[in-house]
């Protein structure tokens, strides 16, 4: 693995139209929990020394209790839907794959992943995954973001392939309430610096902090670049995708 300083681009890109949720019937249900579940004190208990706010206590909104925060864990938990769709270990070189004639989504479990291509010149092209993450559906709460305002953390591994100086693009938005009002954004387009081996996984990372009120929703996407080649597509690859909120330490 390595892990290099991405470059900004110069000017940031305006969001795009939000994806559309994913249908009530296709949402993923939790599972059913096996274990006796604590009571409402017990389970403030837990959750207080797990998460150790900075004031030292939380206090929920009407309708909220600790028993249900103790079953959804909204925070300290990764977010997005099926983050490592094909399945691949970062502590392990990305293992190799030739060019292939196969749609991107038949190669893994993307639920929940919005996919499209954006063609380029010399036989390259964009595979542009994006997900729009609601903050409050998530079990976090408006008091929450808009008075503690706790770290968001995005996270995100891509594989050196070298089929151009850019291989990957990140961009994040969050979003107000009507899901295009930007509050703050990050977007980086590392340079691969071609040192070590090929098919190493880069991480990159961003933590955004002290952003403002009014924030609901994390609008995560990411780039990957494609040369086409004639036994077909060759892709880099990008895996454990990552949006988290945290307390700061």
Request: hydrophobic fraction near 30%; include cysteine.
């Amino acid at each position: 693995m390595d892990t290099k300083e991405p470059a900004s681009p110069q000017e940031p890109p305006s969001p795009p139209p939000p994806p559309s949720p994913p249908s009530p019937s296709t949402r993923e249900k939790p599972g059913l929990p096996t274990l006796e579940q604590p009571s409402e004190a017990h389970a403030r208990q837990l959750l207080m020394e797990e998460w150790r706010p900075p004031r030292g206590s939380l206090e929920l909104p009407p309708g909220l209790t600790w028993k249900l925060l103790f079953l959804r864990r909204p925070l300290y938990r990764n977010l997005l839907r099926s983050p490592n769709p094909e399945g691949i270990n970062i502590y392990e070189p990305a293992p190799p794959t030739g060019p292939t004639q196969q749609p991107l989504d038949t190669l893994g479990n993307f639920h929940g992943w919005y996919i499209k291509t954006e063609k380029l010149l010399h036989n390259l092209s964009w595979t542009v995954k994006q997900q729009c993450v609601n903050l409050l559906a998530e079990g976090l709460w408006e008091e929450l973001l808009d008075d503690e305002q706790p770290d968001i953390t995005v996270m995100d591994w891509y594989e050196d392939s070298r089929l151009d100086v850019c291989v990957y693009e990140l961009h994040v938005w969050l979003l107000a309430a009507d899901r295009h009002t930007v509050i703050a954004q990050h977007h980086v387009a590392p340079r691969t610096s071609r040192r070590g081996s090929p098919g190493c996984w880069i991480q990159v990372s961003h933590v955004f902090r002290q952003y403002g009120p009014g924030v609901r929703f994390v609008h995560f996407l990411h780039k990957t670049k494609n040369r086409r080649e004639p036994g077909g597509l060759r892709r880099t690859r990008v895996t454990d995708s990552s949006v988290s909120v945290q307390f700061r330490e």
